[in-house]
């Protein structure tokens, strides 16, 4: 997973957020998906501060 | 050869030829009065001192160029004594003499071809810029020659130079300048320019640059003309009637010909101020690269922040779902030993070891029994 794009992580965490909306939602089901999201949003930040810091290394160089 | 009884005729023609005996041609000064033109042919005037005047008869293809009484003029011709209208000088050509009278003749011919329009502005062509040949009527003795050619060497060099050896001052002169001006024209191959010159002198040296034919000459020229005469402040006829004029020979040659080390200069300054031009464009194309640096940078920036506000919105939108908030309605997690949730009693045994997350605590218990439903 970790070769996923920002994309793709942001447009799955999106379908968790959208299905614990669900007024319906079991709780168990909730516990899995939050857990999912929380991944999700970890691995999300990961990608945003490698972006940043890359962005940074081509501004000193510029 | 006393008391002869003679006819009228026969008087006038033994005294004719007494004269043609006696004096074939002699050249007489005096001062022009009456002078008048008949059928546009003939010219009749009278030339005379403070004592003397005699009749005088010719041709105007004799005339040096327009004339007006009092000018002082050198007529050579043979004297006649004429059948019915008694004694006159045949006219064989006249000259204007001295100073003022040559001036005056001038100041005539050149009102005259002004008005015939042979010295309008509109008429002069440009000089090729260097020639690759000139075709130079001088003198070959004369320092014009010399001065002008050392010049030209001098400062640039291929050209190919035709002399025309002519006589510059003189009563030959007019005719051979004449015939070297048309000569060079009629040639297969005629030079690019044609260039008349000579030395200063006296108002009667340059004479000929002033004369009517050589004017002409130099007008009808095909090839492109050049005229520098002398150092004189007097501008002669052919100068006027030339496509450019120069003030001495040496002028003329640096009139058509460049500097072959002004050439070279001009190159260098071209050379620095291409540079200079190329270095400017160099850095106006860096500036706008790094502009656009800037700009894809910010660009990027902007996407970053954006997601990043978007993940923290998600974030804490995901928060509000936390399962802290069920345990917070009075539910609690319940978690086997290694930290799975569990789902179902088909998951437990009587025994199994278990987590139970309330939202203010964690209890551990055991399963006493499983009752499925």
Same mark, same amino acid.
């Given at each position: 997973?970790?070769? +996923?794009?920002?994309? +793709?992580?942001?447009?799955?965490?999106?379908?968790?957020?959208?299905?614990?909306?669900?007024?319906?939602?079991?709780?168990? #089901?909730?516990?899995?998906?939050? #857990?999912?999201?929380?991944?999700?949003?970890?691995?999300?930040?990961?990608?945003? +501060?490698?972006? #940043?810091?890359?962005? +940074?290394?081509?501004?000193?160089?510029? | 050869?006393?008391?002869?009884?003679?006819?009228?005729?026969?008087?006038?023609?033994?005294?004719?030829?007494?004269?043609?005996?006696?004096?074939?041609?002699?050249?007489?000064?005096?001062?022009?009065?009456?002078?008048?033109?008949?059928?546009?042919?003939?010219?009749?005037?009278?030339?005379?001192?403070?004592?003397? &005047?005699?009749?005088?008869?010719?041709?105007?293809?004799?005339?040096?160029?327009?004339?007006?009484?009092?000018?002082?003029?050198?007529?050579?011709?043979? @004297?006649?004594?004429? *059948?019915?209208?008694?004694?006159?000088?045949?006219?064989?050509?006249?000259?204007?003499?001295?100073?003022?009278?040559?001036?005056?003749?001038?100041?005539?011919?050149?009102?005259?071809?002004?008005?015939?329009?042979?010295?309008?502005?509109?008429?002069?062509? @440009?000089? *090729?810029?260097?020639?690759?040949?000139?075709?130079?009527?001088? &003198?070959?003795? &004369?320092?014009?020659?010399?001065?002008?050619?050392?010049?030209?060497?001098?400062?640039?060099?291929?050209?190919?130079?035709?002399?025309?050896?002519?006589?510059?001052?003189?009563?030959?002169?007019?005719?051979?300048?004449?015939?070297?001006?048309?000569?060079?024209?009629?040639?297969?191959? *005629?030079?690019?320019?044609?260039?008349?010159?000579?030395?200063?002198?006296?108002?009667?040296?340059?004479?000929?640059?002033?004369?009517?034919?050589?004017?002409?000459?130099?007008?009808?020229?095909?090839?492109?003309?050049?005229?520098?005469?002398?150092?004189?402040?007097?501008? &002669?006829?052919?100068?006027?009637?030339?496509?450019?004029?120069? /003030?001495? @020979?040496?002028?003329?040659?640096?009139?058509?010909?460049?500097?072959?080390?002004?050439?070279?200069?001009?190159?260098?300054?071209?050379?620095?101020?291409?540079?200079?031009? !190329? /270095?400017?464009?160099?850095?106006?194309?860096?500036?706008?690269?790094?502009?656009?640096?800037?700009?894809?940078?910010?660009?990027?920036?902007?996407?970053?922040?954006?997601?990043?506000?978007?993940?923290?919105?998600?974030?804490?939108?995901?928060?509000?779902?936390?399962?802290?908030?069920?345990?917070?309605?009075?539910?609690? !997690?319940?978690?086997?030993?290694?930290?799975?949730?569990?789902?179902?009693?088909?998951? !437990?045994?009587?025994?199994?070891?278990?987590?139970?997350? !309330?939202?203010?605590?964690?209890?551990?218990?055991?399963?006493?029994?499983?009752?499925?439903?």
């Amino acid at each position: 997973m970790a070769d +996923t794009n920002y994309q +793709t992580l942001n447009a799955e965490l999106e379908g968790i957020l959208a299905k614990l909306q669900d007024p319906d939602i079991e709780v168990d #089901e909730a516990v899995v998906l939050y #857990e999912q999201g929380v991944k999700l949003i970890a691995k999300l930040e990961k990608h945003l +501060t490698q972006a #940043e810091n890359k962005l +940074t290394k081509l501004k000193q160089n510029a | 050869m006393n008391d002869l009884t003679l006819t009228v005729s026969e008087f006038v023609a033994l005294v004719n030829q007494t004269l043609e005996y006696a004096y074939p041609n002699v050249t007489i000064t005096g001062e022009l009065a009456n002078f008048r033109v008949s059928k546009n042919r003939w010219v009749y005037f009278d030339l005379k001192d403070t004592e003397s &005047s005699i009749k005088c008869f010719g041709t105007v293809y004799q005339l040096p160029g327009p004339l007006e009484d009092g000018i002082m003029l050198a007529v050579k011709g043979a @004297p006649r004594l004429h *059948p019915l209208y008694g004694f006159s000088v045949n006219v064989l050509s006249m000259t204007p003499v001295g100073e003022g009278s040559i001036k005056k003749a001038a100041a005539l011919l050149q009102a005259k071809l002004t008005a015939e329009g042979l010295f309008d502005a509109e008429r002069k062509r @440009p000089l *090729p810029h260097p020639p690759y040949s000139i075709g130079l009527i001088t &003198s070959a003795e &004369s320092a014009a020659y010399r001065d002008f050619m050392k010049i030209l060497n001098a400062r640039w060099g291929g050209v190919t130079v035709t002399l025309a050896d002519v006589q510059v001052q003189g009563e030959p002169a007019v005719s051979a300048i004449v015939g070297a001006v048309e000569q060079f024209n009629q040639l297969s191959a *005629p030079p690019e320019v044609l260039v008349i010159t000579r030395g200063g002198g006296s108002a009667e040296d340059l004479q000929a640059f002033s004369t009517e034919q050589v004017t002409r000459a130099v007008a009808a020229s095909r090839i492109p003309t050049l005229v520098a005469i002398g150092h004189e402040i007097d501008t &002669s006829l052919a100068e006027l009637a030339a496509d450019q004029r120069a /003030s001495t @020979p040496s002028n003329a040659a640096e009139l058509l010909v460049p500097d072959r080390k002004a050439v070279l200069r001009q190159f260098t300054t071209q050379r620095a101020h291409l540079n200079h031009q !190329l /270095s400017r464009l160099f850095s106006s194309s860096r500036q706008h690269v790094k502009t656009q640096a800037r700009e894809l940078l910010n660009a990027t920036e902007h996407c970053l922040v954006a997601a990043s506000q978007r993940l923290t919105a998600h974030s804490q939108l995901l928060e509000a779902f936390s399962p802290k908030r069920a345990l917070q309605r009075g539910y609690a !997690l319940v978690l086997r030993q290694d930290g799975r949730m569990v789902r179902s009693g088909k998951q !437990l045994q009587t025994g199994d070891e278990l987590g139970i997350h !309330l939202i203010d605590a964690r209890l551990t218990a055991t399963v006493k029994q499983v009752t499925i439903e």
